[in-house]
């Protein structure tokens, strides 16, 4: 019988549906492990072969786990809601909905056919009232809570108010947007209106002016990764910065927890660093500098209060409030000039940019706290509003930015010699002037910032502070297809629905654009009001919010009254075993922690940390092709050819081309202006070039999954997915390489049936060579899979097969345990096979080989025999012989007869499993 991938893997397929093989509920009676993949979007595109790759380990991974006797939860879903099918839907009036479903049903398609174990019950789609019901309670939650600083935690804005009513803020330690000072008094005489505003200050959820990514074509806001070089990722339309109001979600407040919480993470040093940089721990000193002829004053935040000798100009952020206040008549024009220009850079864009170099002064001057020296002014787009306090002192001798800001503009640069070592970190020691102070005199660097923020406090000057670079999430977008808010308005302040409202679904509008006034789509729909008639928030969720606990839904999909019962979350708790692309190291990761450290704070979830281990896949590169045109024709010439010619490289769709040779006859079928090409041949072929590059449509070189699927099978290519290189890594797509998985698949089939191709395995014992074999390789294996190295397990599956077809081994005890081992890395074959063997139940159902050291202990060992110190032959001996036998067995040998020529050897020195060395 031959082996037919197709008929195998549709029948499998069709049996774990069927069976409700991967189902999976709480047992309290066995461990569990929760495996999850990073929610997917589903595009119009499907799924290309370098999606699948995180995919097939966590597969890998769990069936694994399932076989170790784990309760294995390993679910999947759709983060559904997103700009791309909004965009559609603006282009082509057709429902959102409509593109998503047709989408995700594509994609279901396609993971199915690559035969991934998940528990199709509990899939979810973050489109789904009864799923989006969640996260507009959580955002309720949030919007009722307000963070502690002396607790560490969410507390009830009940808490707060009561606080409010008896002492007003005098108690009060609280994250918020401005600091506040009134009393009880006070309190009680504010309106309903002043309470509510004040209370914005301080929820989780809250409602203010703040600066934002705005796309004036596209009609919304959008977040950093969504904009490159000043344009939208999605149609590259001018993106501006802007002050609008906007939703937020206080994620600041979690600034140093969300560090602290790395400790106890099993993620790689590099991913904790790119957390740990983006939420930026910075201890330093608020310093107030008055601003000359004006009542306002400059703070500033630096963490080298020591070097404040050495400032020689300030800078502002051109989105700060006191650039208008301080900016003189003379100088108004540039800085409004200026500021326009600031507007097309995203943040992200200004803090990367190391080499621009911009700015402006504005006429103003500030006053040295320490020597009343008048200082100019400035500002400049490399100073961030929203970070520290929006200000900046300028060093330029101990700042590499400061620095060139201040070669670039001609200013002075003082070098700070006071701390012991500091001179180590100037940039230009000889062309400024040097400057010391008497109370920092022989300091060392450390001992020299201490004293600074001593002196600083002391003089009323300012505070010691620790500073966090995390941002609050900005949580408004201007678009119909997300989370509609659970919020509507009342004399124009915000108020949330009660949870028994809850969903507040998605109304229908007649258009998918801002309407004719400006307003987001939303605002098209008749009658999106409360019962009450009180008008509700028009902007709706950003697309994190449906991914930020989607882990927890998960856990108890169906559950009407809770996001997740406190017996299935007692009982999953948290993810044992995350797997996902580099790309959302930041930003989902930051918003996942904090609203699970949100949840756990308010008792709806165990654990404080929602991803135990985190691995981050590779990116599989697309391997693109080229055919080579004559210029001035239709003519094509071979790549070995091309040199005896001027031809013009171009890209063709990788999908005609196999193993580097072109499908002359579907080339001209690809494309009308290829229908009357001629070419110039090698060998009766047409050689295409290739390199590697990112996997693009534009570059053709995208490789559909199915085609691998229908050619090949789904074992074929899962197992090639995984033999391309270490999980993490990036590797090129080769599709030239995939014939030797394939026929690795064909030589397994054949292990397992006789020269007649009929299945055969016997009932005969093992021999010692084949159980040597299968627990070198349960040994191998298990160890690869425990270090996500698929690639080397691969390999050993390989020699392993030849290995026991060396033997003409056909037992079946060692066969059905090689299946086990496979059956996580190729499941259609094994489970196959593993029938054919006479098994009725599938082999998901049975348990993982157990390594027995006593089989690939060897009992023999092979020592190279020397004569003189020149290793002249092998021998084999028994592990039992003395040194002594050891010797006598060398010396009697007829090979050793040779070298001692009838002499007596002078001596033999023998060290036992390493060699045997004869002095004549």
């Given at each position: ?165 008896i002492n007003g803020t005098s108690n009060i330690n609280a994250a918020c947007t401005e600091l506040l000072s009134f009393t009880a008094k006070d309190w009680k005489n504010y ?199 929006g200000a900046i002192m300028a060093v330029p001798a101990h700042d590499s930015r400061d620095y060139a800001f201040a070669k670039h503009f001609d200013l002075p640069i003082i ?506």
């Amino acid at each position: 019988m031959e082996y037919t991938f197709k008929e195998i893997e549709t029948k499998w397929q069709k049996y774990w549906l069927e069976n409700k093989t991967y189902q999976v509920e709480v047992d309290t009676a066995k461990p569990k492990f929760y495996v999850l993949d990073m929610f997917p979007y589903p595009s119009g595109a499907g799924l290309h072969v370098g999606h699948p790759l995180g995919y097939i380990a966590s597969d890998i991974y769990s069936r694994y786990k399932t076989l170790q006797g784990f309760n294995v939860l390993h679910p999947m879903g759709y983060d559904a809601y997103g700009l791309p099918a909004e965009q559609y839907a603006i282009q082509t009036g057709q429902h959102p909905a409509v593109t998503t479903e047709k989408n995700i049903k594509r994609y279901k398609e396609q993971l199915d056919k690559i035969g991934f174990s998940y528990d199709w019950n509990r899939e979810i789609r973050t489109c789904n009232p009864d799923y989006y019901k969640w996260t507009q309670w959580a955002f309720i939650q949030m919007f009722n809570h307000y963070f502690d600083n002396n607790t560490e935690k969410a507390e009830p804005i009940t808490s707060l108010i009561e606080e409010f009513e008896i002492n007003g803020t005098s108690n009060i330690n609280a994250a918020c947007t401005e600091l506040l000072s009134f009393t009880a008094k006070d309190w009680k005489n504010y309106s309903e209106k002043e309470q509510q505003l004040t209370l914005l200050n301080y929820r989780l959820a809250y409602l203010a002016e703040t600066m934002v990514n705005w796309c004036p074509e596209l009609g919304t806001v959008l977040a950093n990764d969504e904009v490159k070089e000043g344009l939208s990722v999605r149609g590259g339309f001018p993106v501006e910065q802007k002050k609008m109001r906007q939703w937020s979600l206080r994620v600041s407040a979690y600034a140093k927890r969300l560090l602290d919480g790395l400790n106890n993470l099993e993620w790689t040093e590099s991913l904790k660093e790119i957390q740990k940089n983006w939420i930026g721990r910075s201890v330093g000193a608020e310093v107030n500098f008055e601003i000359q002829n004006s009542e306002q004053k400059m703070e500033i935040f630096t963490t080298r209060p020591d070097t404040i000798f050495g400032v020689t100009f300030m800078v502002l952020a051109p989105e700060s409030e006191l650039v208008q206040s301080i900016t003189t008549p003379d100088c108004k024009e540039k800085i409004e000039t200026y500021i326009e220009a600031t507007k097309k850079r995203t943040e992200r864009e200004r803090l990367a940019d190391v080499k621009t170099i911009s700015g402006e002064f504005t006429g103003a001057y500030a006053i040295h706290p320490f020597t009343g020296e008048k200082i100019p002014v400035w500002i400049s787009d490399y100073v961030l509003a929203g970070y520290g306090t929006g200000a900046i002192m300028a060093v330029p001798a101990h700042d590499s930015r400061d620095y060139a800001f201040a070669k670039h503009f001609d200013l002075p640069i003082i070098q700070v010699v006071s701390g012991g070592d500091i001179s180590e970190e100037s940039y230009d020691a000889k062309e400024g002037n040097s400057m010391n102070s008497d109370f920092l005199n022989g300091l060392d660097v450390k001992h020299a910032i201490e004293k600074a923020n001593e002196e600083i406090e002391a003089r009323g000057l300012g505070k010691q502070k620790i500073n966090y670079r995390l941002r609050d999430a900005i949580f408004s977008r201007q678009r119909y297809w997300g989370e509609p808010f659970p919020v509507y308005f009342k004399d124009e302040i915000p108020y949330v629905l009660e949870e028994n409202q809850l969903p507040l679904e998605l109304p229908e509008i007649d258009k998918y654009l801002p309407t004719e006034s400006g307003e987001p789509p939303l605002g098209r729909a008749t009658n999106w009001k409360t019962v009450d008639g009180y008008p509700l928030e028009l902007n709706t969720m950003p697309g994190f919010a449906g991914s930020s606990a989607y882990y927890l839904r998960y856990m108890d999909p169906q559950n009407n009254s809770a996001l997740v019962s406190k017996e299935a979350n007692e009982y999953w708790q948290d993810v044992d075993l995350y797997i996902g692309g580099t790309e959302h190291a930041t930003g989902h990761l930051i918003y996942s922690r904090f609203w699970n450290k949100f949840l756990y704070d308010i008792n709806e979830v165990c654990k404080d940390e929602p991803f135990k281990k985190l691995i981050n896949q590779g990116m599989i590169q697309g391997r693109s092709n080229f055919v080579y045109r004559i210029k001035n024709s239709n003519k094509y010439v071979s790549y070995g050819l091309r040199k005896d010619y001027e031809t013009t490289p171009i890209h063709v769709d990788v999908n005609i081309v196999k193993n580097d040779i072109l499908d002359t006859v579907a080339f001209k079928e690809w494309r009308p202006e290829f229908r009357d090409a001629d070419f110039i041949l090698e060998d009766g072929k047409y050689h295409c070039g290739w390199v590697v590059e990112k996997m693009s449509k534009s570059m053709f070189n995208v490789v559909n999954p199915d085609v691998i699927v229908d050619e090949y099978g789904a074992d074929t290519l899962r197992l090639y997915e995984m033999f391309l290189g270490p999980l993490e890594a990036h590797k090129p797509w080769d599709t030239n390489g995939i014939d030797g998985v394939y026929k690795f698949l064909k030589k397994l089939w054949r292990l397992f049936h006789n020269e007649e191709n009929k299945f055969y395995i016997s009932n005969s014992e093992p021999t010692k060579e084949e159980l040597k074999v299968l627990h070198k390789t349960i040994k191998k294996i298990q160890d690869d899979i425990e270090r996500f190295s698929f690639n080397t397990a691969i390999s050993a599956f390989m020699i392993c097969v030849n290995e026991l077809n060396s033997l003409k081994c056909n037992n079946k005890q060692v066969l059905e345990e090689l299946l086990i081992l496979l059956a996580p890395f190729a499941p259609h074959i094994a489970e196959e096979l593993w029938a054919k063997a006479g098994n009725t139940a599938s082999i998901t159902k049975t348990k993982f080989p157990e390594f027995q050291q006593r089989f690939i202990q060897e009992d023999t060992h092979e020592y190279p025999v020397s004569f003189n110190g020149k290793m002249r032959f092998k021998l084999n001996l028994s592990l039992n012989l003395s040194k002594e036998e050891i010797e006598q067995a060398a010396l009697n040998c007829e090979q050793a007869q040779k070298w001692l020529d009838g002499k007596n050897p002078k001596k033999v020195i023998v060290v036992p499993k390493k060699i045997i060395n004869i002095v004549v």
